[in-house]
Every structure is written in C-alpha cells, then in structure tokens.
C-alpha cells in the first residue's frame, strides 16, 4: 500500500480574537483635510490656527477701529515611533501553510497596532480635555449622567455630529435604566465611511464600547465615557511602512524578513479642546513595594 506523505498543515490559523479599531478609525474624520503638503520633515506637520475675532457696537460718522486676521501655522509632533521586525525561516514556511508573510502581517496589525493606535487616542484625547467631570455612574443616574454631557455641548456652542467612546460598565447601566429601555437601539450608522452598528438613544448620538484595555489607559482614572464630535481631532500616520526582503537575500540563512516603521499620533486642535466631555471615577493608585 502506498503512502501519501503531506508535509503541511492545514493552512489555519488559531487566531486571537481581537476587535477592530474602536476609536482611531472612527475619529479619522477629523484628519481629511491633512495632506503630505502640511508635513515639515518626517513626522512633524503644521496645523493652521486663526486668531483675531472681534465685534463691537458700531460709531456713526466716525472712525470704527479694525483688527487683523492672524493666520498661524503650528507644527506639531508625530510622538509614536514604532518599529516591528519578524524572520520567517523558508523551511519553516515549506512545512506549515499557515506560516506565511501575510499571515503574520495580519496577525501583527490585528493583535499589535489597531490596539495601540485605539490607546493612544484615548490617551490624547484624555490630555487635552477641556471638561472632566468626575462622577460615579449607576443604573439609577447613568441617564442623567449622560443628559449632563449633552447639556454642556448645547451650552457650550459645540455643534456634531458627535459620537461617545464607553466603558463596557457605562453601556450596560445605560442600557438598563427604566427610563431608556424603550429608546435604547441598536442601529447601523455610516462613520468615517465605514458602515458600524452602534447603540444610541432616541436614534441620535452614536455610543461606541470599547474595550478595557483600549480605553482604560490612565491607572488613576476608571473612564465612564469620551464625549466628542467626530471632528475633534486628527488621526495621522506619516510613515507607515513595511519592507519584505526575501530569504534569497538573507547573508546568514534562508529566512523572509519582514520589518515595518510607522509614525502615527493623535492631533487634538487647541480651540477645539473644550469640546472633549470625559466622565471618569477616580482610582487610588497603591504604590508599588
């Protein structure tokens, strides 16, 4: 009898599971109107900011004063820098069907760099608010905690459409308070372009959950929730680059080589920081030894 000898495995991989990006993607609204144009260099851009804006009442035959229009441009700095590097050894690749470039590149972006990119928003956007309310949430207050939020955008001149980043805590308190229960709904709304099923109340602010470790980034804070517009802020990504060099090429072996660069951050525009509402509880840090 003959024997059939197959020296791969199945081509499948046991995959992590991991979610899309929760905040960077849904936030990249902000970031259209930047182009390689706005760049100095590798990783700084500039950010235009008017200033200027007066009005006062008006003198009848006489002289009204005038002021300028100052046009400024800011150059701010791409802070994340992050660097992967992966050898694949050819022998290795011939005998699993599932150890292949595109495989790990996949694997790296889905369990690696949506996470971070999804932390580093949060964290920019922790920075830069211009309201915390510290506050704890219950099922009995989390309607008025969250009508607290749109009241100040309403006061505040803050136009949308806006988007709320919550806590898994948040979302079920929320969802099961007596007075919403008949509002609470789950829709598909179009962000960014990409068509995502978000919960909202009475079909209007979309509330997207995110995942603890993505958006409890700051040990002295357990967030409730970020209160945005879309266009609060800039996702931007300078240099994000991988380079294959092929194990035809590896002096010292026969491996693939796989290494990638990428300059990314989260810009938040200085006259739009009032407009991050962040509800958290405060979280006593116990000193490490």
Known sequence: MPV????????????????DSQVWEVLKQGGQDIDESDFVGAKEVRVNKM????????????????????????????EKERWMGYDLD?????????????????????LIAIPEKDQTAVSRLL???????????????????YDAAEQY???????GPFVMFVSSDF???????????KTFTTNEVKMNGINRKVAQLDNEIPIIKVAK??????????????????????????????TLIPSKDDRDGYRD???????????????????????????????EG
Request: net charge negative; glycine share 2%; charged share 30%.
């Open 4 to 19: 059939i000898l197959d020296n791969k495995d199945l081509a499948k991989l046991d995959q992590e599971f991991a979610a």
């Open 51 to 78: 200033t200027g804006f007066t009005v006062s009442d008006y003198k009848r035959n006489a002289v009204n004063a005038r002021n300028k229009i100052n046009m400024e441009k800011e150059t701010r700095k791409l």
């Open 90 to 110: 050819a022998l290795d690749q011939s005998e699993n069907g599932s150890y292949d470039v595109t495989n790990v590149l996949e694997q790296h972006v889905r």
């Open 127 to 145: 920075e830069n608010a211009g309201k915390n309310v510290v506050e704890t949430v219950t099922t009995a207050n989390s309607l008025a905690v």
């Open 153 to 159: 955008m309403t006061d505040q001149e803050i136009v």
């Open 171 to 181: 979302y079920l308190a929320l969802k099961n308070n007596e007075k919403v229960s």
């Open 213 to 242: 470790k993505r958006l409890q980034v700051d040990e002295s804070k357990k967030i409730n929730f970020i209160f945005v517009p879309l266009r609060i802020a800039a996702p931007i990504e300078k240099y994000n680059d991988v």
């Open 257 to 287: 080589t796989i290494k990638g660069l990428n300059y990314y951050d989260l810009i938040v525009f200085d006259n739009a920081k009032k407009a991050i509402y962040v509800s958290y509880e405060e979280v006593e840090v116990i000193p």
